[in-house]
């Protein structure tokens, strides 16, 4: 495993992270607990030394499995997670809407105590905000409670998890400029837009990055094609067959990418996201061994040829060939992944 330090944190995390969301909610397939706390295990017995969650993540249940998983090895490893949603609030069944946020310094104070208490620590070393709007970021009295956590010693450092469909752009900028709060994007070779802006404004302030959804929730990792379908409580069965059709369009064009690298196209996919060196980490989404040991394997590529980086500028910037970019939404807000439709 190879490590970069999350710029504007003294926080040294492993390129490859471990996105806790995967074995703790059913949005990816439904995982025994015994058999994501055996995943994470061996994630650090990889060297994964970062692992991001959240407390909406299976309402609690995603810190908890951390915890679990981590029991009496606390200093080994790096804890990210989230906090914004009211838990108590119910969401309707049957989807994954978002639940109503919260931004108040008493709200703040008590999501931070819960998530200690589930995670059974004593301090989160990167606290983020769940997918903020930019009132949120905005809020003084917000980032004061925070600065009080800091000052507590609950919380290491502070940073912010850009979502999609809340406008991003302008939320993105603002955490990374103004607040000078780490962010993590969402960024992939099918995704780029608006990653690039942060990555660029990120550079410019010193302020690290860390990105999810390197595989573009599954499209880059050479698994799936147009007859693919997907379990009833898999988030991607709520998308329409017209947006794998497309997709596929466009992953179909990236041979020249994937075809006699010394990697696999899941590898490959990983490595081009670690290209900017202001990316810290990459949170993969794992649920068997096999395919967490390929994507932590992409470490050890080469760095991708700077002609095929110029010949994929030149195909993003076309869309692919098939029109105009596609409105960025999506329905699974607190799992922070894109939904094209």
Known sequence: MKYRELAGTDLNVSEIGFGVWSVSTNWWGEIPEEDGISLMRHALDLGVNFFDTGDAYGAGYGEEILGKAFDGVRDDIIIGTKFGYDLEAPREAGTHKERPQKWDPEFVKK??????????????????????????????????????????????????????????????????????APA?????????????AFINEAETEGVGLLSRVPHASGLLDGKYNRETKFDANDHRSFRKQQWLDKSMTKVEQLDFLYDDKSGTMAQTSIKFVLSPQIIASVLVTATEKSQLEEFCGAVDMPDLPVDDLERLTTLYADNFGVGEKDRIKSSVAEGGFVAVK
């Open 184 to 196: 993590q994007i969402i960024y992939n070779v099918l995704e780029q837009d608006p990653a690039v």
């Open 111 to 180: 999501a931070c105590e819960s998530s200690l208490r589930r995670l059974g620590t004593d301090r989160i070393d990167f606290y983020q905000l769940h997918n903020p709007r930019l009132t949120a970021l905005e809020s003084d009295d917000t980032f004061a409670a925070l600065e009080d956590l800091r000052d507590d010693g609950k919380v290491r450092f502070v940073g912010a998890a850009i979502g999609p469909d809340i406008g991003w752009t302008e939320e993105g900028l603002y955490a990374i400029k103004h607040r000078r």
